[in-house]
């Protein structure tokens, strides 16, 4: 069975840092571009972050930029965001998805969420003093 699985979520102070991890199991992560979005009450579902398949190009929405940063570890089929200087504006739930689209087309559709699957139950995270 194909499945994603987030983790690392929580509760943390604005300033403060969190590493999340996406597991795959059923198949093999090295294969397939690895997107992050997130999706806060209310607000559609956001691309945050992408890393390719093929030369591990990276890919970030503004407003994250300069504090987060996107890896993978295919020998441990594991893809990472670490998330630095967090501001409660971060706040909601993080999810992980395979990137399904076009390999040429990814630098500009990387955000969009039709172009995923496989999308993993999501961890939450809550920035709050």
């Known amino acids: 069975q194909v499945q994603l699985v987030e983790s690392g979520g929580g509760l943390v102070q604005p300033g403060g840092s969190l590493r999340l991890s996406c597991a795959a199991s059923g198949f093999t992560l090295d294969n397939y571009a690895i997107g992050w979005f997130r999706q806060a009450p209310g607000k559609e579902r956001e691309g945050v972050s992408c890393i390719s398949a093929s030369d591990g190009s990276t890919y970030y929405v503004d407003s994250v930029k300069g504090r987060f940063t996107i890896s993978r570890d295919n020998a441990k089929n594991m893809v990472y965001l670490q998330m630095n200087s967090l501001k409660p504006e971060d706040t909601a739930a993080y999810y992980c998805?395979?990137?399904?689209?076009?390999?040429?087309?990814?630098?500009?559709?990387?955000?969009?969420?039709?172009?995923?699957?496989?999308w993993g139950q999501g961890t939450q995270v809550t920035v709050s003093a």
């Open positions: 998805a395979t990137y399904r689209g076009t390999f040429y087309r990814l630098w500009y559709r990387w955000n969009w969420a039709r172009e995923y699957d496989s």
